[in-house]
Structure formats: structure tokens, C-alpha cells
T-cell receptor, first 113, second 118 residues
Framework: AQSVTQPDIHITVSEGASLELRCNYS??????LFWYVQSPGQGLQLLLK??????LVQGIKGFEAEFKRSQSSFNLRKPSVHWSDAAEYFC???????????FGKGTRLSVIA | GAVVSQHPSRVICKSGTSVKIECRSL??????MFWYRQFPKKSLMLMAT?????????EQGVEKDKFLINHASLTLSTLTVTSAHPEDSSFYIC??????????????FGPGTRLTVL
């Protein structure tokens, strides 16, 4: 069975600082990996995704993530955080494109001045 | 990108009443849609897979007679919470995949529906 672990429940960073959100997955084959962001009371917005190919993927809003098969990880990074990045971030894994996603428990990002 | 809408965005109802939530893919066709439930400060949990023209597939522990799903067209799936009780209060989110063209490898999520049962 697939599973996703986001070890950090809450992270606080200063505006302008770099950010890395951790995600580890469990899946037997090459998974479909996603990062979504959710603002309070809102739905999910796709930041980026990985299916195959280049293991460093670029997403929207300056985010990127790197797939590391040996570590079963798909960490999300951003070189300089903006206050508007404060939100809940979810890592998700799917077996195929048309299968439901399994989500991690999320990491809440707070940004301070 | 593809857009998924949900209606209503927020609903408050009395205990014992039924509530219908709509999920629409606005600019693409979706043979499969998914319904998730999110509790406060919790992750999303899959409730069911909605299949156009056939019965929905429910996850273990989800009462199919309580959460009725109808996927009558390629752009619309509805979730009806029957005889709602306060414990059904939650944030319900649907997702859909473009099954006909465009980016078929991504699920697009609706903005969610906040249900409060008094």
C-alpha cells in the first residue's frame, strides 16, 4: 500500500529565507508524486508533479522538488520565501494518473518578518 | 489549467436534513472524479471514486447509503449527505482528471465545500 510521510507538522521561516519541506513515500514502483498547497478554507492548488524523467522538477511560484529514489523522498524547496507562501503544504502519491491520491498529513508553513 | 468547481462553497444545515454538493469540471471531461473529506488540521481522506455512468466505489468505512454519489455526466458528480448529523461536519473536496485530452496525468481539485451540521 502507498503511504506518504511528512515529518514536519509545522515550520516557521523568516521572509527571504530558504525553505525545504520534507516528504517520504512508500510505494513499490515508480510513483506519481505531487505537491499541493492549501490556503485556509480553500481547495488545493497543484505546485508541481513528478512522473518520470528529470528528477528535479520546477513548479509554480518559484517552487521546485527533487525526486530521490534511493531515499524515497520528494522534498519541496524554495530559495526565498515570501509572506504569501504561508499555507498548508501536502505531498501526495498516486499509482497512476487515474487513481486516487494518498496524501501526507501536511506541513503548515508560517512566515515571519 | 483545468478548472473544477464545487457548489455550494459553504452550507449550514439542521441535523437530519440532506445536503447535495456538486462537483463540476468546467473545461474538460472527467470519467472519474474523486471525493475526499478533510477534518480540521488533518489531511485529505479518500471517501469514494465516482465513475461516470456506473456505481461509485467507496472506501472502507464510508457508508454508501449515507454518502450518495451520482456521476450522471462527464462534467458533473454529486455527493449527497443524507440525514446529516453534526459528525458529518467537514470540508469536502472533489478532484477530477481530464480523461479526453490535455494534461491527463494530473488531478485537479475543486475549492471545497464546508459543511456544518447543527
Amino acid at each position: 500500500a502507498q503511504s506518504v510521510t511528512q515529518p514536519d507538522i509545522h515550520i516557521t521561516v523568516s521572509e527571504g529565507a530558504s525553505l525545504e519541506l520534507r516528504c517520504n513515500y512508500s510505494y513499490g514502483a515508480t510513483p506519481y508524486l505531487f505537491w499541493y498547497v492549501q490556503s485556509p478554507g480553500q481547495g488545493l492548488q497543484l505546485l508541481l508533479k513528478y512522473f518520470s524523467g528529470d528528477t528535479l522538477v520546477q513548479g509554480i511560484k518559484g517552487f521546485e522538488a527533487e525526486f530521490k529514489r534511493s531515499q524515497s523522498s520528494f522534498n519541496l524547496r524554495k530559495p526565498s520565501v515570501h509572506w504569501s507562501d504561508a499555507a498548508e503544504y501536502f505531498c501526495a502519491v498516486g499509482a497512476e494518473a487515474n487513481t486516487p491520491l494518498v496524501f501526507g498529513k501536511g506541513t503548515r508553513l508560517s512566515v515571519i518578518a | 489549467g483545468a478548472v473544477v468547481s464545487q457548489h455550494p462553497s459553504r452550507v449550514i444545515c439542521k441535523s437530519g436534513t440532506s445536503v447535495k454538493i456538486e462537483c463540476r469540471s468546467l473545461d474538460f471531461q472527467a470519467t472519474t472524479m474523486f471525493w475526499y473529506r478533510q477534518f480540521p488540521k488533518k489531511s485529505l481522506m479518500l471517501m469514494a471514486t465516482s465513475n461516470e455512468g456506473s456505481k461509485a466505489t467507496y472506501e472502507q468505512g464510508v457508508e454508501k447509503d449515507k454518502f450518495l454519489i451520482n456521476h450522471a455526466s462527464l462534467t458533473l458528480s454529486t455527493l449527497t449527505v443524507t440525514s446529516a448529523h453534526p459528525e458529518d461536519s467537514s470540508f469536502y473536496i472533489c478532484s477530477a482528471r481530464d480523461s479526453a485530452g490535455g494534461d491527463t496525468d494530473t488531478q485537479y481539485f475543486g475549492p471545497g465545500t464546508r459543511l456544518t451540521v447543527l
